[in-house]
């Protein structure tokens, strides 16, 4: 996907309703210039239409079930008014 002149992964996404889910380690995702850099590549993506959501990934390996239960929510939210 690409959003402000970058390119960028999408760990879970769903383009055909430009929703996103990103899931956050610890390892790469606590430190300053990391969680710099994920609020400047989410605002990007967001600007380019898409609705991203985070999940920490500790909620991922140790509740699935919590974790499908947000991704449902997120798919389930109306979709943002925003437009590409």
Same mark, same amino acid.
């Given at each position: 996907?690409?959003?402000?002149?970058?390119?960028?992964?999408?760990?879970?996404?769903?383009?055909?309703?430009?929703?996103?889910?990103?899931? $956050?380690?610890? #390892?790469w995702h606590s430190i300053?210039?990391?969680?710099? &850099?994920?609020? +400047? /590549?989410?605002a990007d993506l967001e600007?380019?239409?898409?609705d991203i959501d985070r999940?920490?990934?500790?909620?991922?390996?140790? $509740?699935?079930? #919590?974790?499908?239960?947000?991704?449902?929510?997120?798919? &389930?939210?109306? +979709? /943002?008014?925003?437009?590409?």
């Open positions: 996907m690409e959003a402000a002149g970058r390119r960028y992964e999408i760990d879970l996404a769903w383009p055909d309703r430009d929703k996103g889910l990103e899931i $956050d380690g610890k #390892a300053a210039p990391d969680v710099a &850099a994920d609020e +400047a /590549r989410q600007a380019a239409g898409w999940a920490p990934a500790s909620v991922v390996l140790t $509740d699935p079930d #919590a974790f499908v239960a947000q991704v449902r929510a997120h798919l &389930a939210a109306p +979709a /943002r008014s925003m437009s590409r």
